[in-house]
Each structure stands twice: as C-alpha cells, then as structure tokens.
C-alpha cells in the first residue's frame, strides 16, 4: 500500500463500527441463555492514544467466567512491533473483538474468537505502509460429541465458502498448526475452528474484500455456538468430569501464556493486564503425570487433541 485511498479508509471505518456492533449482539446472544449473571461493562482508555469497552460476565449458571472485548488503539509504533516487522518510526491503528466463554458445565465447550484489523504508517503518520486482517474462532470440548464438532465446522465452512473455496481448508488447517501446544507433544488446545492471519491484499483478494470476509465469519459466531450450549447446558455432570474439565484449563493456560502471539505481545507491550489475562479460566489444575483411564472418554478426546479430525 503505498497511499490511502477512500477505500482503506471506508475499509476502516466499517470494520471499527463493526466490531463495537458485533460484541453487541454476542453478549445479548449470550445473556438469553444465563438465567443470573448478567455481562458488566469497563471503558478504559490507552495511554498513548485510543481506549476500549471491556464486557465481562463471571458466577453465572451456564458461564462460570467469560468476557467480550473490544478496542481501537493507535499511536506511535512500540519498538516491540517494529523490531517485529523491520520497520522505522511510524503511527499504527488497531480493532477488533475478541471473546473467550468459560461455560461452568464440563459438557459445554470453551470457546474463543476474535477479528481484528492492524494498520501501519510512515513517519508522516498518514501514509499506509502495511494493513491486514486476522483473526478465526476455535471450540475448546472437555468431552466430545461428533454432532458438536461438525456443525461448529460446518456453520465456519459455509462462511468461508460464500468468498473462497479455499479458505476453509487452508484456515481449518492454520488453526489446527498453531492451536497446539507443542511442549506436551503437539497436543492441540481443542477441536480447532479457523484460524487466519496476516490477510493482506493481494491479485485475489482485495482489502474490501477481506473485511467483507471476516465481517462474515464474525456474524456466525452466535450460530456455530449457541445450539451447542443449548444441547449440553442442561446435561448432568459429576465432580470426575468437573475435575477433568480443570485438567483440561490447565492445557488452556498453558497455551495461552507460553504460545499465544496476542498475550505475548500485550505483556511485552505493556498492554492492559486484566483484559489480557481475562482470557484464562477461573478454576484450573496441574496434577502430576495426568492419565485418563484406558477407554475412557477422556482418553477419547486426548486422542483427537493429538491427531487433528476433519469435521465437515
């Protein structure tokens, strides 16, 4: 990109009111289901230029601990970023949503998704340099239904699908590689979703084009969770599962402090710490040596964790 026209700049402003819009629409989604905790809300602003709206539910029935969060930041470059892209001095923009669910149930997944814009200027702080979106979603079971994993897939794929025949399967596959927590034997955090980053325009695709898509992929969020939620919500469970279900965070935060390119970078950017961290579960374990029983469900879902499905 090598001057701002009308089109990065109406690009922006859509996706910004967007992303605001959406996390709207996924906490109202959210709250129909949870009969008494209700999302409460923190504005916040960043030093150095732009803020946020943080929305967090915790204690609820259906959701022990989640939150929504969305942000448009901007300002000079931190060294951090331009060591990272091997640039000089310049102004960046950034927004997005981004969300992790922590259901109470051990037979209601975890979910987690975000879509984001990043934009990069010159030193004149209005010429764009570089600008790509990113983002995906991922479903995170304790136990595993086949009938959850498809339609989550599937609800995905159709989305990809109406701009590209290709994104799913190239997607599915990004998600699976980096969702994974190589330290414990490429064990991946759960059953994947899609995962894309760095979508830049290209002879295919153009920016308008990628915001039309991940603007798609965003609008499907509440239709590839929510009927799993309402199918598992109401199952009974035991404190076996429930003790497993903490296991399993246990692999969760793992992932998140050790691999997770978004938490790295907001600790090493002296991001917001409570809305970096709120992504981890509010009950966790480490045992030593952890191994499910030999045919057990858990193990069926160690097995899956470890050798990638296709759902769809």
């Known amino acids: 990109m090598s001057e701002q026209t009308e ?5 922006r402003s859509k996706f910004t009111a967007f992303v605001y819009e959406l996390q709207e629409r996924i906490c109202t989604g959210l709250e129909q289901l949870e009969p008494v905790a ?5 504005n916040w602003n960043r030093e150095g230029g732009g803020g946020g709206r943080t929305r967090v539910i915790e204690h609820g029935e259906v959701f022990e ?11 000079e470059l931190p060294e951090v970023i331009r060591q ?22 051990p037979m209601v997944p975890t979910v987690h998704a975000n879509y984001r814009l990043f934009e990069l200027y010159g030193k004149d702080g209005k010429t764009p340099v570089d600008a790509w979106f990113g983002g995906g979603a991922d479903l995170t079971p304790y136990y595993l239904w086949d009938e959850d ?3 989550f897939h599937a609800v995905l794929k159709e989305a ?60 499907v969020f509440l239709d590839s969770y929510l009927p799993i939620v309402k199918r598992r919500m109401a199952l009974p469970y035991d ?16 992932f998140n402090l050790i691999h997770d390119r978004g938490t790295l970078f907001g600790l090493k950017t ?40 296709n759902w769809v």
């Not at 980053?197 to 153009?206: A, K």
């Not at 404190?239 to 793992?254: A, D, T």
């Not at 579960?281 to 069926?300: I, L, V």
């Open 7 to 11: 089109t990065d700049i109406s690009v």
């Open 38 to 42: 209700k999302f409460h809300e923190d």
């Open 65 to 75: 601990k989640g939150w929504v969060n969305c942000s448009t930041v901007y300002g």
């Open 84 to 105: 990272r892209f091997g640039v000089g001095k310049g102004r960046f923009y950034a927004t997005g949503v981004s969300l992790v669910i922590h259901p109470k149930n």
């Open 149 to 151: 994993a498809s339609h």
């Open 160 to 219: 990809c699908d109406r701009h590209d025949a290709r994104f799913y399967p190239r997607f599915k596959k990004e998600c699976d590689n980096y969702f994974n927590n190589t330290h414990r034997g490429n064990e991946r955090r759960g059953i994947g979703g899609i995962f894309f980053d760095y979508c830049r325009p290209d002879e295919d695709h153009s920016l308008k084009d990628w915001c039309a898509f991940v603007m798609d992929t965003g609008n």
């Open 239 to 254: 404190e076996h599962q429930r003790y497993f279900q903490e296991i399993r965070r246990g692999r969760y935060v793992e």
């Open 270 to 309: 002296n991001g917001r710490i409570d809305s970096i961290l709120m992504s981890l579960p509010p009950r966790a374990r480490w045992d030593y040596h952890y191994t499910p029983a030999e045919g057990s469900r858990e193990e069926e879902l160690l097995d899956v964790l470890r050798h990638p499905k």
